[in-house]
């Protein structure tokens, strides 16, 4: 499986972005990875195929949604009230089994990773 992320850039603090994922083919658990310099990924948000069960990290629940088009292979991240400290590469992530509850913020649940796109916050 493949994975091409879109949409990242420079946004203002306050501001908003929307991040999008491509997979080459379906997978069942999709998710949004971040990873800042000098730190490690980080889990933001995850999604089942069904679309009716999805996880938030607790720095960007109230903030950020996400959504899935099954029949695009798509999974999108809205982010919103964009703070400095969300400033990272973002990576998409997908799986295609469905993850335990427990693990699904683990990074090593995921088999499949997209090449990242970095979204800066400005203060």
């Known amino acids: 499986v493949q994975l091409q992320a879109f949409g990242g850039g420079l946004v203002q603090a306050g501001g908003s972005l929307r991040l999008s994922c491509a997979a080459s083919?379906?997978?069942?658990?999709m998710g949004w990875f971040r990873q800042a310099p000098g730190k490690e990924r980080e889990f933001v948000a995850a999604?089942?195929?069904?679309?009716?069960?999805?996880y938030l990290g607790d720095s960007v629940k109230g903030r950020f949604t996400i959504s899935r088009d099954n029949a695009k292979n798509t999974v999108d991240l809205q982010m919103n009230s964009l703070k400095p400290e969300d400033t990272a590469v973002y990576y998409c992530?997908?799986?295609?089994?469905?993850?335990?509850?427990?693990?699904?913020?683990?990074?090593?649940?995921?088999?499949?990773w997209g090449q990242g796109t970095q979204v800066t916050v400005s203060s």
């Open positions: 992530a997908a799986d295609p089994n469905s993850i335990i509850v427990s693990a699904i913020r683990d990074v090593d649940s995921y088999d499949y």
């Open positions: 083919s379906r997978t069942f658990t």
């Open positions: 999604i089942r195929w069904s679309g009716g069960n999805t």
